[in-house]
């Protein structure tokens, strides 16, 4: 994928803004890396399967300030694909992830922003390879207004602007939010609170019949219990949402969201999270999976979608292994294409083992099944994998990574096994990123 010239140039202007400050002032990470993958069926499809070699280069830097009224933590990186059997053309990914959060009036007014720009699936059932791929960002300024009114009283006012874009789709918006929030400390743990939000998506682009799109307005009013005890906290909305379009159609609904983190042990750790509500595919696709990142199988339309999801982990870290175990469940239904509608459940194991202090292994198993609600399709997907990272010095690393994945679907030729080893070396800041999407399809 080319950059576009406007990325290039925000890209040299944040640079040139960071540069520009006394050195002292500013931590600066690089790295470079280069890895070889081969994979057996490169084009993930049954039949006629192509075996090929990519080879990767990589180049990124970091740059972060963590303490006083400003901080910030900006990493951008670049990787650059060779198919040496040409079943993709290369490929040029850029990656940026940008943070800034400025407390400009101690205890009243914060100001943040969030950037970022990856890759994402154009059609989300079908697999993670590269014409199935565009560039995307979602862009977020906002800040946080502070009104104590009390040691047992806090009011906070919060106006949020967020911009999307997709390079293939024609969803890209701009949305204006606002929210309002009252927190009264009910006791020396617990606090109960209201909470209301309005938010407004302009659409940008016109539809595939080179009509506008009906903008959408949000309304949300909820009541917001929180807590916190010797071994857990919570989280607890209840509220109602409603939706209008500037068509006039108008909806409402109950929204909520239930979030429980507690230490099960010394070292480990249980975290569920449960949640239903109305909103849009963009949001959710791009900046709210349950798991705080975007969701698998979450098809970006200008829909209003009803997205309800179960979120759990355990998390365990001893002196020699760590474990991680997910478990997820995710309904989405489409207010329009009803033929979008899916439910999407699935787990994931990964296993940790430091074998040496400069040597580490891990285990991994993926499982997804996604099913078409309406047309009652059904795709089964499973990776397993194990790696191995060694460090040779402070800043130079080498990964090897094996992993087989495939895919069982009720469409017979959608079906698919790969087999892929992967192999890289990589000097200071990040890591080469893999050409076959991480654990993704």
């Not at 960071?18 to 002032?25: D, G, H, M, T």
């Not at 996604?370 to 010095?393: H, P």
Request: hydrophobic share 35%; proline share 2%; no cysteine.
């Amino acid at each position: 994928m080319k950059l576009g010239r406007k990325k290039i140039v925000l890209l040299l202007i944040a640079v040139s803004f960071f540069i520009s400050k006394p050195v002292f002032s500013v931590y600066y990470e690089s790295g470079a890396g280069v890895g070889f993958e081969y994979t057996d069926n490169a084009t993930l499809v049954k039949d006629n399967t192509i075996d090929e070699l990519i080879s990767t280069g990589y180049v990124g830097a970091r740059f972060f300030e963590t303490k006083g009224a400003l901080t910030y933590d900006t990493a951008t990186t670049v990787n650059i694909s060779h198919y040496a059997n040409d079943s993709f053309e290369d490929q040029q990914n850029f990656n940026l992830i940008a943070n800034a959060n400025w407390v400009a009036v101690e205890n009243r007014l914060d100001l943040f922003l969030r950037d970022v720009f990856s890759q994402r699936t154009i059609n989300a059932f079908d697999l993670n390879t590269p014409n199935n791929l565009q560039n995307s960002n979602a862009f977020t300024f906002g800040g946080n207004i502070k009104f104590p009114i009390s040691g047992r009283q806090n009011f906070i006012i919060t106006p949020l602007y967020n911009q999307f874009y997709f390079e293939e789709l024609t969803t890209d918006n701009k949305q204006y939010t606002l929210s309002a929030n009252w927190v009264y400390q009910l006791f020396h743990l617990t606090s109960v609170g209201l909470s209301f939000n309005t938010r407004e998506i302009d659409y940008t682009e016109n539809d595939e019949f080179g009509l506008s799109i009906d903008d959408i307005r949000f309304t949300n009013l909820a009541i917001v219990f929180s807590g916190e005890r010797t071994q857990s906290v919570f989280t607890l909305n209840l509220g109602q949402t409603k939706v209008k379009r500037d068509s006039g159609q108008e909806t409402d609904a109950f929204s909520g969201f239930f979030n429980w983190l507690t230490d099960v042990s010394s070292r480990s750790t249980f975290e569920t999270r449960i949640s239903t509500a109305l909103t849009d595919s963009t949001r959710v696709g791009l900046t709210g999976g349950p798991n705080g990142g975007s969701l698998e199988g979450i098809e970006v339309t200008t829909d209003v979608i009803r997205n309800s999801f179960i979120f759990m982990e355990y998390f365990r870290e001893d002196a020699v292994f760590n474990s991680r175990l997910t478990a997820r469940l995710n309904k989405i239904k489409y207010s329009d294409n009803s033929q979008l509608d899916r439910e999407i459940a699935g787990y994931d194991i990964r296993f940790g083992y430091p074998v040496t202090q400069l040597l580490s292994s891990g285990l991994y198993m993926i499982f997804n099944r996604i099913e078409e609600i309406e047309s009652a399709r059904i795709d089964k997907r499973v990776t397993v994998g194990a790696n191995l990272n060694y460090r040779f010095s402070r800043k130079l690393n080498g990964n090897f990574d094996v992993k087989y994945r495939n895919r069982r679907s009720t469409i017979d030729s959608a079906d698919f096994d790969a087999l892929a080893v992967f192999v890289s070396l990589s000097y200071g800041f990040g890591g080469v990123n893999r050409p076959t999407a991480d654990g993704g399809f």
